[in-house]
């Protein structure tokens, strides 16, 4: 997956998660606003992965940016 995808399903998790715990405060349901609070974490750590990626990717480019320009 690329960073960019991380990100994306990501940002998903966090708004189903939202939408769980904001349905589970509605109708009483302690299990239901776990959940969510539990798919925001993961939708969190996605971004932080799909973030990482991207660091990663960028680095090397700029590696190798400078190796051919110092060749």
Not at 36 to 65: L, T
Request: charged content about 30%; proline content about 0%.
């Amino acid at each position: 997956m690329t960073g960019t995808t991380d990100k994306a399903k990501g940002i998903g998790n966090e708004v189903v998660g939202n939408a769980k715990q904001n349905i589970g405060k509605a109708v009483g349901s302690d299990r239901m606003q776990v959940e969510g609070a539990v798919q925001q974490v993961k939708g969190k750590m996605q971004e932080a992965v799909g973030d990482a990626k991207n660091a990663a990717k960028d680095a090397a480019k700029e590696m190798d940016d400078a190796a051919q320009h110092n060749l």
